[in-house]
């Protein structure tokens, strides 16, 4: 019989708040943490939103030694895991050193830090530059830097698969405890904006509001139009159960089940896109021994985008059939934007919370319905229900598409 794994702890660093009490009030009330951006120059562009962090505090969580070397990213990521270590209750004397890791996702990390490094040798003679500029630019440097001050020395790996990658970070820290190479996980994901990102995804023609219309993240409505970027910090300590139960923790949820496919490029046909997706949610039931009947919430990737949002929607109609018009789907894009890497992750938050709480946020901005989709979106106000099993989507544009599935636990 395979261990089994739990969450014990989370920790948020996010639009709508950094904290999961705060995460998860806001998105209860139904607030947005998108706003115009302030930590950019977009005058050149069209686009003006995004869901930056304003309120962090990284010295409470991490002190103020070394803060001014580390990248705003570093110090969202830092800072989340100290707040799901804290939740978890977990020592930090040390002594579970060698029986922890930390598994992070990230699709584009350190990106800015990278390329303005670059900039910066090219530019002047290396040998003048002062070596911590070069302290936190490595996509893994921030994985690295939370292992070391919380002393984690089990195992520490960076996942990057595009928009699909705390997803995918979290299915694999799982699977490592799964096969006894740790008992403690810090697990989630990071992402940072900055203009480079901006440029790549507005050039890419991703981003709400560049046709001229309404610029607002808008899962599912009919007159979606793109994403708003969004940034932010998302982190879970998963433990073996036994682990757990013997010191006592506090069991948010069980880490049921895995699916994951790739369709092989963005080019292929919607029709291929949708079986694809609806074979990562169906292995991931399978994996988890859930039956379809028995979902209680689908978490969707739903960001705004037509197509995309699109192929989501059938690949649930399709795999669930007449089921999908009841089983409540919410969309935490619409309040907090898309945070592409760390989404997941977010997603994952969210319902664990639905879980603990019996009830589930709704979806806002949404006004016009989309007659091709046919699903039991949760609108104008957050819906009471109990979950014992939940499904959580992640989808990337290049054909990732990744999927978990959470049971409450029972002993």
Not at 254 to 259: L, T
Request: hydrophobic share 40%; glycine share 10%; aromatic share 6%.
């Amino acid at each position: 019989m395979k261990k089994r794994v739990v969450i014990t702890g989370l920790g948020v660093a996010s639009p709508l708040g950094c904290s999961k009490e705060d995460f998860w009030n806001n998105l209860i009330a139904g607030k947005s943490g998108v706003a115009p951006m302030s930590s950019l120059d977009l005058s050149p562009y069209k686009c003006k939103l995004g869901g930056e962090i304003r309120d962090l505090k990284p010295e409470i969580h991490l002190g103020s030694k070394g803060l001014k070397y580390l990248n705003k990213g570093t110090r969202f990521l830092g800072s989340a895991a100290k707040m799901a270590i804290d939740d978890a209750k977990l020592p930090t004397d040390g002594s579970l050193s060698e029986q922890m890791g930390i598994v992070i996702g990230s699709s584009l990390g350190n990106f800015s830090e990278t390329t303005d490094y670059f900039y910066e040798i090219i530019r002047n003679n290396p040998s003048e530059l002062s070596p911590m500029l070069s302290y936190d630019v490595a996509l893994n440097s921030s994985i690295n830097y939370v292992s070391v001050i919380f002393k984690i020395k089990g195992l520490a790996r960076t996942i990057s698969a595009g928009f699909t990658s705390s997803t995918d970070a979290i299915a694999d820290a799982s699977k490592m405890i799964q096969r006894d190479m740790a008992k403690v996980i810090v697990a989630g994901g990071v992402e940072q904006i900055s203009i480079d990102l901006y440029l790549i995804f507005y050039l890419r023609g991703l981003l709400s509001g560049l046709d001229g219309t309404r610029e607002a993240s808008l899962p599912f409505d009919k007159a979606r139009n793109g994403f708003v970027m969004s940034e932010g910090s998302y982190v879970v300590i998963l433990e073996e159960l036994q682990h757990a139960l013997d010191r006592g923790a506090h069991i948010y949820a069980e880490v049921k089940g895995f699916g994951n496919t790739f369709v092989g490029g963005k080019n292929h046909p919607a029709e291929v896109r949708v079986r694809r997706a609806e074979k990562a949610m169906n292995d991931a039931l399978e994996d988890a021994g859930v039956k379809k009947g028995d979902v209680d919430l689908i978490s969707a990737n739903a960001n705004g985008c037509k197509m995309q949002d699109a192929v989501e929607a059938k690949a649930i109609q399709s795999l669930f059939g007449a089921n999908s018009n009841c089983i409540p789907l919410s969309a935490i894009k619409s309040n907090i934007g898309e945070s592409y890497g760390t989404s997941g992750a977010a997603q994952l938050i969210s319902s664990l919370m639905s879980i603990n709480t019996g009830q589930i946020p709704h979806i806002i901005n949404h006004s016009n319905k989309d007659p091709e989709i046919n699903l039991n979106l949760v609108l104008e106000k957050s819906l009471k229900k109990e979950i014992q099993n939940a499904v959580i989507n992640a989808m990337d544009y290049e054909g990732n598409n990744s999927c978990l599935v959470i049971s409450k636990y029972n002993k």
